[in-house]
Nanobody, 123 residues
Framework: QAQLVESGGGLVQAGDSLRLSCAAS????????MGWFRQAPGKERDFVAV??????YYSESVKGRFTISRENAKNTVYLQMNSLKPEDTAVYYC??????????????????WGQGTQVTVSS
């Protein structure tokens, strides 16, 4: 059974940086799209970034500030978040899905999810 575990969230000030980690187990995820999503209170879960077959895609709201990376040897994907803004406050989730076409941008396309990690950015 595949399992994803996020870590690295916290409370920071605007302009600060955080790096989130997502450790995957139970599968070899090299053939999987690995995505990051976020959900603010009262809002839908939104796409942030995805690593799809070596190609990377970002939402417009984070492009230039966030960087997704992947370390296959550790079955881990990272989300480096720089120049954080209060509107980045959300629970951040990593997700995985076997890649047949892709990239995948919507939550319903993903099969495996982590438990989420809270990121709070104060102004």
């Amino acid at each position: 059974q595949a399992q994803l575990v996020e870590s690295g969230g916290g409370l920071v000030q605007a302009g600060d940086s955080l790096r989130l980690s997502c450790a995957a187990s139970g599968h070899t995820f090299s053939n999987y799209d690995m995505g990051w999503f976020r959900q603010a209170p009262g809002k839908e879960r939104d796409f942030v970034a995805v690593w799809s077959g070596g190609t990377i895609y970002y939402s417009e709201s984070v492009k230039g500030r966030f960087t997704i990376s992947r370390e296959n040897a550790k079955n881990t994907v990272y989300l480096q978040m720089n120049s954080l803004k209060p509107e980045d406050t959300a629970v951040y989730y990593c997700a995985a899905v076997r890649r047949y076409s892709g990239p995948y941008y919507t939550p319903r396309e993903y099969l495996y999810w982590g438990q989420g990690t809270q990121v709070t950015v104060s102004s």
